[in-house]
């Protein structure tokens, strides 16, 4: 396993796939890789539960600068963990994430007769959709049932709902989590 000092990477290449560099070394144990990126809102309680499993993660702002440009904190963090514990580490984050997923779903599903459409965005969904306005929200209630993820896409300001992001195989579908609202439904 090789490793690239520039971005605290491990990988079995040549060549590191984040910044392209040739320099790399082999990799040690003690040290730290780049094991996940997060929402910062997530970070601190991902460190929290990886410490209880015994590993010590840290977490590094990261972002694209314009958010520095502007004196706001970066939106994300990345998690580094010694190598001894990263593939640990990637595995519990992975059953973290589909325990997480499975719950969004199952949200999804139970408050699936909830679902509805603001008149003015019906209107404009039936004619993207090519659909009878009687006929959008049961297809959209299959379309959901049949959703292979769900992701939350954050917080609305000012709520406590969030935006869950229901992927399909055609569209993407977004609708407020509270209310049970269609926000968007666009292509993929």
């Known amino acids: 396993m090789n490793y690239c000092e520039n971005c605290s990477y491990a990988t079995e290449d040549t060549r590191c796939p984040l910044c392209g560099s040739k320099k790399l070394r082999p ?12 929402e910062k809102s997530y970070t601190d309680r991902r460190k929290e539960d990886l410490a209880r499993c015994g590993i010590q993660a840290i977490g590094v702002p990261y972002g694209d600068g314009f958010r ?10 990345r998690l580094y963990v010694p190598y001894a514990q990263l593939y640990e580490t990637q595995e519990i984050l992975r059953a973290w994430e589909k325990e997480a997923d499975e719950s969004l779903l199952r949200s999804l599903k ?16 039936t004619r993207k ?12 209630q299959k379309a959901l049932a049949s959703a292979d993820k769900v ?22 579908i977004t609708l407020n989590s509270e209310t049970m609202e269609i926000v968007a439904v666009d292509k993929r």
């Open 27 to 38: 990799v040690k144990e003690n040290d730290y890789c780049l094991a996940a990126e997060c």
């Open 68 to 77: 520095s440009q502007l004196a706001l904190s970066l939106e994300n963090e």
């Open 110 to 125: 139970e408050h699936m007769n909830a679902l509805h459409v603001a008149p003015k965005r019906a209107k404009k969904l």
């Open 129 to 140: 959709l090519r659909l009878p306005e009687k006929e959008l929200i049961p297809y959209l």
């Open 151 to 172: 992701y939350d896409g954050g917080a609305l300001p000012y709520s406590t709902a969030h935006l869950y992001l229901c992927r399909l195989p055609k569209y993407v």
